[in-house]
């Protein structure tokens, strides 16, 4: 079980070199890939920027091995962009090359999306297999794991119907990438019920907290997030630091250990840019005192 934090936050206004500097100085050697983090290739347009398509993978990749660094996963947002959703060929070609690219940058684990792929409550294996099926023949052949995280708006909220959805696609390399504070925000309990739904089937971890949003309680704009759903529809969610919050970290940290994880731990602040340096400091610190390592990948607490 190793520390990571995600490249997403500093993305849109840091290079790759210098998250991978930022999230040193944490004692952090392994980074979520987002497109935005890896430069476009010399003489490329761009298709979208959440996309693979046309960046200097290889480029990436020796970014990485001077600093020393790993690449914990490889993110696909594609179904955050209604306009990608909507193309279910450009979104299958462009899921199957986020599968390569996290071969190329030795990741193990393509965390992606549903979202706009199928908001509500609603879907079909059918069509949910048109858009993951030339991925899961890529993941397959690369043995990469597709890792499908939950949101509070989409088909993923309920870890019931994640589960259903996950061994619908018929893969060992199909499973789920799992955030308790999503499950929260979506009105399940994260910890300890959506975990034991779904233990057998979790491949990465995001490591984040959350709340109700309440300016009464002395909450601040730019730590606000998305809207609630479930029995906390009509609330908006407040992102404090892990060790804060309405979810029980401790507990899932010490459960993991205990169940043995092997994958990734993943911070995941949400926050404005300015902001994340803060929060990379917070929850590191945290998390050392919970028993990761520092420039390490042991884990000194095994009760």
């Known amino acids: 079980m190793e520390l990571a934090i995600s490249g997403e936050g500093l993305g849109s206004v840091r290079t790759l070199e210098e998250i991978l500097e930022i999230i040193g100085a944490e004692g952090v050697r392994a980074i979520e890939i987002w497109p935005e983090n890896i430069p476009v290739r010399d003489g490329g347009t761009l298709i ?24 914990a996963c490889v993110c696909f947002g594609a179904g955050f962009a209604k306009e990608l959703a909507e193309d279910r060929e450009l979104f299958s070609l462009e899921l199957a090359r986020a599968v390569r690219t996290a071969h190329e940058l030795g990741a193990k684990v393509v965390n992606h999306y549903c979202y ?61 990438n799992y955030d308790a504070t999503n499950y929260y925000q979506a ?90 340096g803060e929060y990379y400091k917070a929850e590191s610190e945290y998390l050392y005192t919970r028993g990761f390592s520092p420039h390490s990948t042991v884990l000194t607490d095994k009760k």
């Open 187 to 276: 009105g399940y309990e994260g910890f300890p019920y959506a975990y034991e739904v779904l233990k057998d089937l979790i491949v990465h971890v995001h490591i984040k907290n959350g709340c109700i949003y309440c300016l009464d309680h002395g909450h601040k704009e730019v730590y606000k997030g998305g809207a609630m759903t479930g029995r906390y529809s009509g609330e908006y969610i407040y992102y404090p630091v892990a060790s804060d919050g309405a979810v029980n970290v401790d507990g899932l940290i010490r459960r993991l250990i205990k169940d043995d994880y092997q994958g990734y731990c993943s911070l995941e602040p949400h926050t404005i840019p300015e902001l994340c």
């Open 116 to 176: 706009y792929v199928a908001m509500g409550d609603e879907y079909s294996v059918d069509k949910l297999k048109g858009y993951y099926s030339r991925a899961i023949e890529e993941a397959e052949k690369y043995g990469i794991y597709l890792a499908l995280e939950n949101e509070a708006h989409d088909i993923t909220k309920n870890p019931v119907q994640m589960r259903e959805i996950v061994e619908a696609m018929d893969s060992e390399y199909f499973r789920t």
């Open 48 to 71: 979208h920027k959440r996309l693979y398509a046309n960046r200097d993978i290889q480029r990436a990749a020796e970014i990485l091995d001077r600093a020393g660094a790993k690449a």
